[in-house]
């Protein structure tokens, strides 16, 4: 546990990995009313300090997104706090036309899904949700996942897994979209905050620096892409192998990226499947 004001607590869960990094943060608002944001994995001890360091006045439990790092804890809270659950849906929520199409195939995606996820009240665009010392404004932030919410504090954001500091967010097709995410980075800067609290990695001090570093990023993948495809159809998988440096644990993650970029040029007419569209299927430069 590390404080870092005097209403707000961050508690890291036990849950390290490629994709996680240092684990889950979960963030504790509030003195009187205390929101939990990102209860994270379903892990007693986790559980167990949230629980602790709420006191007894635990009175609302906030879900970026239903991922298991982030959800998966949610029923065991609800449960030993009667807090109720706020979550824009489930964890199929708010996929776009183009992915709400392409999850009846083959295209995989959606590694940590929590289809037991169900909140106790939904949340869109704009709505407010305060206490007597807090008050925050829900984000829909798509990208990472079709349903994604960050939570404006004042100046500053809680951005789940949109923005890190430490690594870039995996955009994994039919969960993840990539036109989405460019769309989110975009906002976030004309909000323009002046810190964000990411739910993996340290808080980002310089957020207008970070969002377009991320944004420059996805642009120049895009066209190392369209340049590899300029030798002929590929897919996603030898595009991976090709683009990224990364050891082999992290390939599938890259290959889902790889994937994302393919559909966002495909939506565009500047690339279209050969044949079939699916997870494996190989693509050429019209």
Not at 197 to 213: F, K, S, T, V
Request: glycine share 12%; proline share 8%.
């Amino acid at each position: 546990m590390d404080g870092q004001t005097k209403d707000l607590l961050r508690i890291l869960a036990p849950n390290p990995s490629p994709l996680t990094g240092p684990g889950t943060n979960t963030f504790l608002l509030g003195r009187d009313q205390v929101a939990v944001i990102d209860p994270g994995p379903d892990d007693p001890g986790h559980l167990d300090a949230i629980i602790r360091a709420g006191q007894g006045r635990i009175s609302h439990i906030l879900v970026t997104h239903a991922h298991r790092d982030h959800s998966a804890g949610v029923q065991a809270l609800a449960r030993a706090t009667g807090a109720p659950v706020l979550a824009f849906g489930d964890a199929l929520a708010g996929r776009s036309p183009l992915m709400q199409r392409l999850a009846g195939g083959a295209t995989g995606g959606g590694e940590g899904l929590d289809l037991a996820f169900a909140p106790d009240m939904t949340l869109r665009d704009g709505d407010v949700i305060e206490a007597s010392d807090w008050r925050l404004t829900a984000l829909h932030t798509p990208g990472h996942s079709g349903g994604h919410l960050s939570f404006q504090w004042g100046e500053r954001i809680f951005c789940g897994d949109v923005v890190m500091g430490w690594s870039s967010t995996i955009i994994s097709p039919p969960d993840g979209d990539l036109a989405d995410y460019l769309r989110t980075l975009d906002r976030l800067a004309q909000i323009a905050p002046v810190g964000l609290l990411p739910a993996h990695g340290d808080p980002i001090e310089d957020p207008l620096r970070r969002l377009a570093e991320l944004a420059a990023h996805r642009r120049e993948r895009t066209a190392q892409i369209l340049a590899a495809l300029r030798d002929g159809p590929a897919d996603a998988a030898t595009l991976a192998r090709r683009l990224y440096d990364v050891p082999p644990v992290l390939l599938p993650a890259a290959t889902r990226n790889v994937l994302a970029h393919l559909l966002a040029l495909a939506d565009l007419g500047a690339v279209a499947p050969v044949g079939e569209l699916h997870g494996g299927a190989e693509f050429l430069i019209l």
